[in-house]
């Protein structure tokens, strides 16, 4: 229909999902009755915008097919409170936490499939085909015992672990930004990490373990990298092979005073004896201000000037003739309404990340090479004359080489390293958004009509001393 017609169809894939397929021989007829004979029966209607169709499934139908389902979670022995039940693939997510009772009620699609997930069990995926009363027996995790934990002085299975550790994958680290650090709120038991810039560069976060330890001393914990100590916020996700946090002092005992505010072990990947495997990771993200502030133009900021000195019984300092100028803008050279925020700044930035990894090996030498590429801008807007938007380059390079020289010998060569290019204007963040946040839209132009950079003569003599 669509090559014969050249309309474009808009639909809602799970709107057509359990849709059976139609044939028709149908000549010389309008799109429109052909449409009108096949969508009514199957609970669908349709909208014409343009040289768009779009597909839809009628209101009826959408009571129709929701049904409130009901049940019970347990375990072999009790009901299990925490439960998460989600209806699977749903956008945006739907779904629901089993109460005290390891009761649940959930309205849900008739052909939906539930997926019930608690941690410790195992992950099940029942279909509801209609069901109002859905009653489930999670069954333990066992296979979870037995992975292996990164640990102070070497690994050890989760089983006969009695200290608090937590671990994460370095594919859960994954985020559209530069710092590790920042990937880490959320994804971690244990961890409180606040992020107090976004300027490129300068957004790394803080972070603590189980919260401050001490107010006199220092509160960052210990980062070790493959065994060695240094810092993680340029370290590329991907190169990552486990996150283990080591949070309390049997965890953390082996490395002394060093370890009093929690160790971090990051692990890298390494190579294994398999067919090379290369891997390439794309990623373009658009980033804007959660808030932005509003602020007044020339003609309310006198207004109310005016207004609070009358508040306070003394005279205007702005009549109304001077007043009806700066509304009108009239005169932007004499009367001007600067809104700093839109001469300066941007509605939005992006980042870009561009990741090479090869990894494979043999039986007696293993290898894993990755190269990383990450730049972002940010909020300031480009001179044409030259760059004074704040910015930031980074390229990553590691090498990870295991060779087994004898049955007994290993030797690793491990290289790794970050090149960062970055770009500010003359003053800070904090120097610039207190100025263009506290100057008057009324003292004077950004630029006047004629091309001249326009200045205020306290700014213009602190400058000529500099």
Do not use: C
């Not at 244990?190 to 107010?215: C, H, K, M, T």
């Amino acid at each position: 229909m669509k090559q014969q017609t050249g309309y474009h169809f808009l639909y809602q894939e799970e709107a057509l999902l359990h849709t059976d397929p139609v044939t028709l021989d149908i000549k010389s007829s309008p799109l429109t009755d052909v449409l009108k004979r096949i969508l009514p029966s199957r609970a669908l209607d349709f909208r014409i915008s343009g040289r768009n169709i779009t597909v839809l499934r009628t209101a009826a139908a959408e009571v129709r097919r929701n049904i409130e389902v009901r049940g019970t979670v347990r375990d072999s022995g009790s009901v299990l409170q925490g439960v998460t039940v989600t209806v699977k693939g749903s956008r945006p997510i739907i779904g629901t936490a089993t109460d005290a009772n390891g009761r649940f009620i959930l309205d849900v699609p008739e052909n939906a499939v539930l997926e019930f997930n608690f941690i410790g069990y195992v992950a099940q995926e029942i279909a509801v085909a209609g069901k109002t009363n859905i009653d489930v027996l999670l069954l333990p995790d066992t296979k979870g015992l037995g992975e292996v934990v990164v640990v102070g002085f070497g690994k050890q299975k989760k089983s006969s672990l009695v200290s608090s550790i937590s671990t994460v994958r370095g594919e859960q680290l994954r985020m559209p930004n530069r710092s590790l650090s920042n990937n880490l709120a959320g994804q971690v038991p244990g961890l409180i990490a606040v992020q107090r810039s976004g300027e490129p560069g300068y957004d790394n976060a803080e972070f603590w373990i189980r919260g401050v330890s001490s107010f006199a001393g220092g509160t960052s914990p210990l980062v070790l990298v493959d065994g060695v100590p240094r810092s993680m916020n340029d370290i590329e996700p991907d190169e990552i092979e486990t996150f283990t946090l080591l949070k309390d002092a049997a965890a953390t005992a082996i490395y002394g005073a060093e370890g009093a505010n929690g160790v971090i072990l990051i692990t890298s990947k390494r190579g294994t004896a398999q067919k090379t495997r290369i891997t390439y990771r794309g990623e373009y993200s658009q980033l804007k201000p959660t808030r932005r502030p509003r602020f007044a133009n020339s003609f309310d900021y006198l207004s109310l000037y005016n207004e609070a000195l009358s508040n306070e019984g003394r005279d205007p300092a702005f009549s109304e003739e001077v007043l009806a100028k700066y509304k009108s803008g009239e005169d932007p050279d004499l009367y001007p309404s600067s809104n700093w925020w839109d001469l300066l700044m941007r509605d939005h930035t992006n980042n870009t990340r561009h990741t090479l990894n090869f990894r494979g090996g043999g039986e007696r030498m293993r290898f894993f090479v990755s190269g990383a590429y990450f730049g972002e801008s940010g909020l300031y807007k480009v001179n044409q004359d030259y760059n004074n938007n704040a910015g930031l380059k980074r390229y990553n390079l590691r090498s990870n080489i295991d060779l087994d020289v004898t049955k007994t010998t290993l030797i690793r060569v491990d290289l790794s390293g970050q090149y960062l290019q970055t770009n500010y204007p003359g003053f800070g963040a904090t120097n610039l958004f207190e100025r263009f946040s506290r100057i008057p839209p009324h003292l004077f132009p950004a630029v006047y009509s004629d091309g001249t950079l326009a200045g205020h003569d306290a700014e213009f003599q602190q400058t000529q001393s500099l």
